[in-house]
């Protein structure tokens, strides 16, 4: 097991931290700002869009400018399964740069290896990482119709390592690193978050838990409402799913990532244990996430279709942390980068099933078992930059 896990907390945390469920599923424009512990069908609201909302964050499927990642190299956080670490990392690069371009962010100390090791198959951009956590710390990127022709922004939530769980000086500069490069405007909320908390359709649904973001280690003193509107305002979006998730029981609070994604706007991913243990809070919240998921409906008023993909029943790797779900993959130009674990009937199970969901690309399995090992995975590590032509 690795001691410095990113599931294990880097700096004091307050003694509360026992896995909590947070309420049920519930459509953006409810007023209630408490849980629905109901278990009824959510009901969508008339909550307008902001007046911001013409900036849009497109779905993942959709055509890629560029993949960005970060490249580990603190021993303060990775130990000595760092080497390992980074491998995963080349691994995971080198399958996305066959699909598009990949732009690597690494500290100055870094770039010269770093060089060797990919020659011009990635591209490289100084900058103060701490960690390779890229969807969480890098910005969402949002597009629009300008008046001179389609235009792509950064919209950035604030980065605080999880509630200040792990070190984050150089993280949380990354968004604007990123921007700053790409000489693209920096959207700034008064909101803090990760990427990895956040799920979208591409037609103006967002999908989240509240463990990540109704918390007081993220948004003090802000009600779910607030909350709410600012990720709509962030994102470009009209209506909000939210799902319970859980907080304390990792140093994501839960992120939505792992417990369920959206394939396109009608249908749902969710997370299936291989295992029904009663006493693991994961398998609780995967069969509470999925049974709200079966009770919401699209923007169109119909039921989402709910496609399990089941977790591996034997990992290669292991630990307290390790994330052994296959929800994990980031779909990029022409292919699913997918995890697999060595369990043989589970792995081909998987990719029978994002091959139905994504019939058109090619599914890339990768032995991803030491960022598994940290609590994270491939979706975790990558931030899609969408093509400059406006998407819908």
């Given at each position: 097991m690795n001691p410095f896990s990113r599931r294990t907390f880097l700096?004091?945390?307050?003694?509360?931290?026992?896995?909590?469920?947070?309420?049920?599923?519930?459509?953006?424009?409810?007023?209630?700002?408490?849980?629905?512990?109901?278990?009824e069908a959510p009901v969508a609201s008339d909550q307008p869009p902001s007046v911001t909302a013409r900036w849009r964050m497109p779905a993942e499927e959709l055509p890629h400018e560029r993949t960005w990642m970060c490249w580990p190299s603190s021993e303060a956080v990775w130990g000595p399964d760092l080497a390992a670490v980074q491998d995963a990392i080349?691994?995971?690069?080198?399958?996305?740069?066959?699909?598009?371009?990949?732009?690597?962010?690494?500290?100055?100390?870094?770039?010269?290896?770093?060089?060797?090791?990919?020659?011009?198959?990635?591209?490289l951009l100084v900058a103060p990482v701490d960690d390779l956590w890229a969807r969480d710390t890098l910005p969402n990127f949002v597009v629009r119709e300008g008046a001179t022709g389609p235009e792509i922004a950064a919209a950035h939530a604030t980065f605080n390592g999880w509630g200040d769980k792990q070190i984050h000086s150089g993280d949380t500069?990354?968004?604007?690193?990123?921007?700053?490069?790409?000489g693209v405007q920096l959207l700034d909320f008064d909101l803090v978050g990760e990427g990895g908390a956040i799920e979208i359709d591409g037609r103006d649904t967002v999908l989240a838990a509240e463990s990540c973001w109704v918390n007081d280690n993220r948004n003090p003193e802000k009600s779910r409402d607030e909350i709410e509107a600012s990720i709509l305002e962030m994102l470009g979006a009209d209506r909000m799913i939210w799902v319970s998730g859980l907080a304390g029981a990792d140093i994501t609070d839960g992120h939505i990532d792992t417990l369920a994604r959206f394939a396109d706007p009608a249908t749902i991913v969710v997370d299936s244990p291989a295992f029904d243990d009663p006493a693991d809070p994961w398998v609780a919240v995967a069969a509470t996430t999925k049974a709200l998921l079966q009770a919401a409906t699209t923007v169109d008023g119909q039921q989402y279709e709910i496609v399990e993909i089941v977790q591996p029943a034997e990992t290669r790797g292991g630990g307290d942390e390790f994330l052994a779900t296959y929800m994990n993959y980031y779909v990029c130009n022409g292919a699913v980068i997918a995890p697999q674990f060595g369990d043989e009937a589970a792995d081909v199970?998987?990719?029978?099933?994002?091959?139905?969901?994504?019939?058109?690309?090619?599914?890339?399995?990768?032995?991803?078992?030491?960022?598994?090992?940290?609590?994270?995975?491939?979706h975790c590590a990558t931030q899609q930059q969408p093509a400059v032509a406006v998407q819908t």
């Open positions: 700096v004091a945390v307050p003694a509360a931290t026992a896995p909590l469920l947070i309420g049920g599923a519930f459509i953006a424009g409810c007023a209630d700002d408490g849980a629905d512990d109901s278990g080349v691994g995971i690069a080198q399958a996305i740069a066959r699909f598009e371009p990949v732009m690597l962010l690494a500290r100055q100390e870094d770039i010269e290896a770093l060089r060797e090791t990919f020659g011009e198959e990635v591209e500069q990354l968004a604007a690193v990123v921007a700053e490069h790409l199970a998987a990719r029978g099933v994002l091959s139905q969901l994504f019939p058109d690309r090619e599914i890339v399995m990768l032995d991803i078992d030491a960022l598994a090992a940290g609590g994270g995975g491939i």
